[in-house]
């Protein structure tokens, strides 16, 4: 993955990163909080160019979260979440809508999560509550007989 292009770095993003979990509204929650987190990180400019080069795209996605392990209050979940459950609301978010029913508008840098080819994410612990947050990169995925399958 790392010699192609990097089409969009957002770069560390201060936040959190939670999974999705069962409660309910805590899905939107999430997925906003990411969502909006990119949105002031990432310059409009950035952002826009990403949508336009990636348009009718193939991807291949990084996602890194820097997880603090000892919380000021609460119990020590942050280190424990499953990354499968962690990723999925960042890639949620990657599209035109962050759900089924087209009711919550995502960053629309990518068409469809089913475009992803190639997905590396990986967690690491950090030493202060302030260092904690994501980082998505997302490439251009080069291969004519999955675009041939994926775009029919």
């Known amino acids: ?16 990163p939670h999974s999705i979990g069962s409660g309910k ?48 209050s609460g119990t020590n979940t942050r280190i424990k979440k499953d990354l499968d459950n962690l990723v999925k609301p960042v890639l949620d978010v990657l599209q035109p809508w962050m759900d089924a029913g087209s009711t919550e508008k995502g960053l629309g840098i990518i068409d469809s999560d089913s475009r992803i080819c190639e997905l590396h994410s990986w967690k690491e612990l950090c030493e202060r509550p302030e260092d904690e947050g994501i980082r998505i990169r997302i490439f251009k995925h080069d291969d004519d007989k999955m675009r041939a399958v994926l775009m029919e």
């Open 25 to 72: 509204g805590k899905k939107f929650g999430v997925k906003r909080s990411i969502r909006d987190s990119v949105s002031r990180f990432v310059p409009p400019d950035d952002l826009e160019a990403a949508r336009a080069e990636l348009l009718n795209e193939l991807v291949n996605v990084q996602v890194w979260f820097h997880l603090f392990p000892n919380p000021p």
């Open 1 to 16: 993955m790392e010699s192609a292009e990097c089409i969009l770095d957002t770069g560390f993003i201060h936040l959190e």
